[in-house]
């Protein structure tokens, strides 16, 4: 009985900040209310796939995580570079590099809990960290039709080439990562990368949830590519419950929760008949219109929503792709990965420093990158 007692009040507890999750359910029941819809178009704004494959990838991060592996390779890393601005360096690149092929969700879920183990055990600023890397993937992403959901969305409406696609993107991508560095560069302390061997993990890694949860990540990023995402999901679940049980419990679920209620909320939202008449008011055949129509729309909805809100009204497609990825930087809903690379880094106010670094960013990114996309 005081177990469950106790176990009410950490939930309790945890709701307190959960300020998101909170604020996006109240918004959900009152657009449910105000605007009662039919149960097939909750179903639509839910995206079951999306959520499924966010949960395929944890629950093979967790494993790798529970298995020592990358608390290994942290270790290796730290003990071979010589600067934090080097091992930032490092880290933001590959992030960016990663997600133009793996999707900005996936690059995070592997280098995010690599930084927090990095971190664990040298001065490498964790939340810090976090921030770039949650601008690198946006950067890195932008540049791919696979790298993020709005760039495959659009990418697949318009039957644009890849090869075509990439060259519109490139200015755009080149000028947001060059940023990224620069920040990177600047805001990172100049000292050099200690290592503390106090704070090593010494437990022997486990091969054996290593290479499950190894071979899951593998499945589930093929598996989402494929369009089976929650099949992936619920064939990954069956061998974590057998042997790592520890696995599935550590899984924030509440993020999970968070996600749900955004997309309901934000679905529901951009579906509502006033702000369709709102938006048949404006222009969107000048490109300047579009341009900071994506932007300011990805704030208030985030990219993906916003570029499903203004796909059939934007005359031209890659321009609304440079808009609605740029639109990731500002407030953390501008791209769900911003979301993601903090939950996953679980640091004291980096919600806070988020957004002192990403609004500035974003106003920093936006008119370099629109006078890039005039000029090439």
């Not at 995010?112 to 960290?129: H, W």
């Not at 770039?132 to 760039?151: F, M, R, Y």
């Not at 920040?183 to 437990?203: C, M, N, S, V, Y």
Request: hydrophobic fraction near 60%; proline fraction near 5%; glycine fraction near 6%.
């Amino acid at each position: 009985m005081n177990q469950d007692i106790q176990t009410a009040l950490s939930w309790r507890s945890r709701l307190k900040h959960e300020w998101l999750l909170l604020l996006f359910v109240i918004l959900a029941v009152v657009l449910a209310c105000v605007d009662p819809q039919p149960l097939i178009r909750y179903q639509r704004w839910l995206q079951l796939p999306t959520l499924a494959g966010l949960l395929g990838l944890m629950i093979a991060i967790q494993g790798i995580r529970d298995s020592g592996l990358i608390q290994r390779l942290a270790g290796t890393m730290v003990a071979r570079m010589h600067s934090l601005r080097g091992i930032g360096l490092l880290l933001v690149s590959t992030t960016a590099v990663l997600s133009m092929v793996l999707t900005n969700d996936v690059s995070l879920f592997l280098i995010v809990p690599l930084t927090v183990a990095i971190g664990g055990m040298s001065n490498l600023p964790i939340a810090r960290m976090a921030v770039l890397e949650a601008l690198a993937v946006n950067a890195g992403s932008t540049l791919s039709p696979i790298g993020n959901p709005q760039n495959l969305l659009l990418w697949q409406h318009d039957q644009i080439p890849f090869l075509q696609f990439v060259g519109s993107m490139l200015p755009a991508s080149a000028v947001m990562f060059v940023l990224v560095a620069a920040l990177t560069w600047i805001w990172l302390p100049k000292e050099r990368a200690q290592l503390h061997p106090e704070r090593l993990d010494g437990h022997a890694i486990s091969l054996s949830l290593a290479t499950l949860s190894v071979v899951s990540l593998v499945m589930m990023v093929l598996m989402m590519e494929r369009g089976h995402a929650l099949l992936g999901a619920l064939l990954l679940i069956v061998p974590f419950a057998l042997f790592s049980w520890r696995s599935l419990k550590h899984i924030d679920w509440l993020l999970m929760a968070t996600f749900a209620a955004i997309f309901l909320g934000l679905g529901h939202f951009a579906a509502l008949p006033i702000v369709d008449h709102m938006l048949s008011k404006i222009d969107f055949n000048q490109p300047l219109t579009l341009y900071l129509s994506g932007i300011a729309s990805s704030q208030l909805i985030s990219n993906v929503p916003a570029t499903v809100l203004l796909l059939d009204r934007a005359p031209d497609a890659m321009a609304l792709a440079v808009a609605v990825n740029v639109g990731g930087f500002g407030v953390v809903i501008g791209s769900l990965a911003n979301l993601i690379a903090l939950r996953l880094a679980k640091q004291p106010h980096a919600m806070r420093l988020f957004h002192e670094v990403s609004i500035p960013f974003l106003l920093v990114c936006a008119p370099l990158v629109y006078v890039a996309m005039c000029w090439l």
